[in-house]
Structures are given as structure tokens and as C-alpha cells.
């Protein structure tokens, strides 16, 4: 199985990082991943990644709604229709708070479980990592070597401030 292979450039500031970012948009180059020891949300401004997650919270948020109240019509309504104390057997309100919740818990686990898909972190799954220093002090770009002229990102690097450049 072929791996991957990256250009890897390791800064030791947030700053230099930030404009290197924008250096790199401006050049037209594309950052593929960004790891730092901390978020920096200037990087994902720079970037311009938009998240689908929220759509997509959107969308099971409807479609929880739809099941929980054909769920509480069906129970309620058609299947064991109970009249007490006067009470119409449709009775709105009754259904709510217990749409409320569930839509909540609906839109929770069917955003983790796409998240999970997505970024594809399964259990038992080996972790790539790239540079163990990303988590402790070092802020990383990585770019996919094959999109990219090597030479000219190389020297992009080393004249936006990078301390190391290798590949990997």
C-alpha cells in the first residue's frame, strides 16, 4: 500500500505562522493540514475551509423531528389511542418537550457518527502522525508533495520563517 508523502515545514511562532499562511494563499499554494498545540482560528479564516457539519446537523435536526412526531402520532394516535380526563386524542402539546429532547440527542449522535466517518477515526484505527512535536511546542504545515512545485515551496518556507523543512 503506498503511503502519502508530505512536505513538511515546522515554525516555532504563532505570528510567523499566521503570515506564512497568508503568504501561502497569496502564492496560491495549498496547506493541506495545519498542526498546532493549540487552536489558532486566523488558519482556518486563511484557509477558507467550511465546515458541511452544520448543514448536516441541520438536515438530521429535521429528519429527528419527522420520526419523533410520527413515532408519538402513530403510539398516540393510531395504535393506542387513549381518552382520559377529556383530553383530544392529538394533543399537541403533549409532544414537544419530548420532541425536543430527542431531536437533541437525534442531531448528537448522527453528528458524531458522520464526523467519525468523515475524518475516519475508527476504533483500532493507527494513527499517522506526523510530526510528534505539533502537540508540544512546534507549529506544523504540511503540503501533498505532489500538487505542489517542491523547490519553490521549500524556499517559500525557509523565507517565511520556517526552522525546519523536510520531507516525509
Known amino acids: ?18 503570515s506564512a499562511a497568508r503568504a501561502f494563499k497569496d502564492k496560491g499554494i495549498k ?5 498546532t498545540p493549540y487552536p489558532i482560528h486566523e488558519i482556518l479564516h486563511i484557509q ?6 452544520i448543514t448536516m446537523a441541520y438536515i438530521y435536526g ?7 412526531l410520527a413515532f408519538l402520532y402513530y403510539t398516540a394516535v393510531i395504535d393506542w389511542p387513549l381518552n382520559y380526563g377529556g383530553k383530544p386524542v392529538n394533543s399537541f ?4 418537550f419530548v420532541s425536543l429532547i430527542f431531536i437533541i440527542l437525534f442531531i448528537t449522535i448522527m453528528s458524531l457518527t458522520t464526523f467519525i466517518a468523515r475524518a475516519k477515526i475508527f476504533p483500532g484505527k493507527k494513527a499517522e502522525v506526523i510530526d510528534p512535536r505539533a502537540t508540544d511546542d512546534k507549529f506544523i504545515f504540511v503540503f501533498d508533495r505532489k500538487n505542489v512545485n517542491q523547490q519553490e515551496l521549500e524556499k517559500l518556507l525557509k523565507e517565511t520563517g520556517a526552522v525546519e523543512v523536510y520531507n516525509k
Open 1 to 18: 500500500m503506498e503511503t502519502q508523502q508530505y512536505i513538511v515545514g515546522v515554525y516555532e511562532d504563532e505570528e510567523i505562522l499566521v
Open 93 to 96: 402539546p403533549s409532544f414537544v
Open 48 to 53: 477558507e475551509g467550511k465546515s458541511r457539519l
Open 62 to 68: 429535521w429528519i429527528g423531528a419527522i420520526l419523533i
Open 31 to 35: 496547506i493541506q493540514e495545519v498542526f
